[in-house]
């Protein structure tokens, strides 16, 4: 069930980075029931095609699964180049590929700082620069091309064992501005989805992985739960569909409240 119309996307093509991943699978689902056609790309061949396969079943669409390493801009380019041959062109991107793994700084290799900051960030910028042609046209065609950055809400708070994920994900918010500012004369909008603690997701599995930190995460969320990746997606939705035709540079979070947990005064407090 969607609160909205089934058609909304009918003609648009969507590029989803990291669509083999649970996030981006669920977003490229939400998008191929509302009538977009779809291409996920992440770089496991085989799990793209599985969740191709997988999103064509759910949906009856024609989901294209291509793979590349976001750090790999010649990839991008050939996914790019792909699209338009089997689509005709591209309308919405959503950046959604990353990498994440706790680690204290003073365990942290520059390496290790590196890798996260070249996938997330510079993968980020790599394909929003890989798709400028493409979404230029869609803007001059029907005014309504639109990005979409998946975020996080971490690096508000300089959240511990994540200084490569917090450098990252703030460097991606402070593009989605500057894309918004550049690119809104073209009509391309570029907003960001900040996720907080999603349910059943690689991202939590890490991050919390027993049911004990599980938990003791729950306490912390005004709204007393983790989100579902259909909550992800339907704010993506939102954000590439022309009911958020005027909203450009801004970054949505859908986290229960998360972050605003204040030990203090938090959901579980006494006065
Ligand atoms: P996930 O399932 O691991 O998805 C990450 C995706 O990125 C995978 O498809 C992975 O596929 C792809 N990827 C990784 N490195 C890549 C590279 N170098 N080039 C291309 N693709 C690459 O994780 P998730 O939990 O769904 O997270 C999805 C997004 O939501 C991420 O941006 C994450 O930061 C954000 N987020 C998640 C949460 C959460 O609670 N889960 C919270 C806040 C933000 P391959 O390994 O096959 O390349
Ligand atoms: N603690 C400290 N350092 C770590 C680490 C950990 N748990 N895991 C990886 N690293 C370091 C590695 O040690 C390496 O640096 P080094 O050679 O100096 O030791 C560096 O990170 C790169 O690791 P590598 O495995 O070569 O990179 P990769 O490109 O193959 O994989 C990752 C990237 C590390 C992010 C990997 O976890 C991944 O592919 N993740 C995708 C899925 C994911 O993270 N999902 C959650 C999204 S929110």
């Given at each position: 069930m969607s609160i909205f119309k089934d058609d909304i996307l009918i003609g648009?093509?969507?590029?989803?980075?990291?669509?083999?991943?649970?996030?981006?699978?669920?977003?490229?689902?939400?998008?191929?029931?509302?009538?977009?056609?779809?291409?996920i790309t992440s770089r496991s061949q085989e799990r793209l095609d599985i969740a191709a396969a997988q999103i064509n079943d759910a949906t009856g669409g024609e989901a294209l699964a291509i793979a590349a390493d976001v750090r790999n801009y010649e990839e991008l380019q050939a996914v790019v180049?792909?699209?338009?041959?089997?689509?005709?062109?591209?309308?919405?991107?959503?950046?959604?590929?990353?990498?994440?793994?706790?680690?204290?700084?003073?365990?942290l290799s520059p390496k290790g700082f590196r890798t996260v900051i070249e996938i997330d960030l510079e993968g980020t910028?790599?394909?929003?620069?890989?798709?400028?042609?493409?979404?230029?046209?869609?803007?001059?065609?029907?005014?309504?091309a639109s990005i979409v950055n998946i975020t996080a809400?971490?690096?508000?708070?300089?959240?511990?064992?994540?200084?490569?994920?917090?450098?990252?994900?703030?460097?991606?918010?402070?593009?989605?501005?500057?894309?918004?500012?550049?690119?809104?004369?073209?009509?391309?909008?570029?907003?960001?989805?900040?996720p907080g603690p999603i349910d059943d997701t690689e991202g939590m599995r890490r991050l919390s992985p027993s049911a004990e930190s599980r938990q003791k995460y729950m306490n912390?969320?005004?709204?007393g739960r983790y989100g579902t990746k259909r909550e992800i997606s339907d704010a993506c939705l939102f954000l590439v569909s022309d009911a958020s035709r005027y909203t450009t540079g801004a970054i949505l979070v859908v986290d229960g409240g998360s972050w605003l947990y204040s030990p203090g005064l938090g959901p579980n407090a006494s006065i």
């Open positions: 648009k093509v969507a590029v989803i980075t990291g669509g083999g991943g649970d996030i981006c699978k669920e977003i490229a689902t939400v998008f191929s029931a509302h009538g977009a056609r779809v291409v180049a792909r699209t338009v041959e089997e689509f005709g062109g591209i309308d919405i991107l959503i950046n959604g590929a990353a990498g994440n793994f706790p680690a204290p700084i003073a365990a910028y790599n394909m929003t620069r890989a798709c400028f042609d493409e979404l230029k046209k869609a803007g001059a065609d029907h005014g309504n809400t971490l690096q508000y708070v300089g959240t511990p064992f994540q200084a490569h994920v917090n450098a990252a994900k703030a460097g991606i918010d402070a593009l989605t501005r500057t894309v918004a500012n550049e690119w809104g004369a073209l009509n391309i909008r570029c907003n960001g989805v900040a912390t969320i005004p709204l």
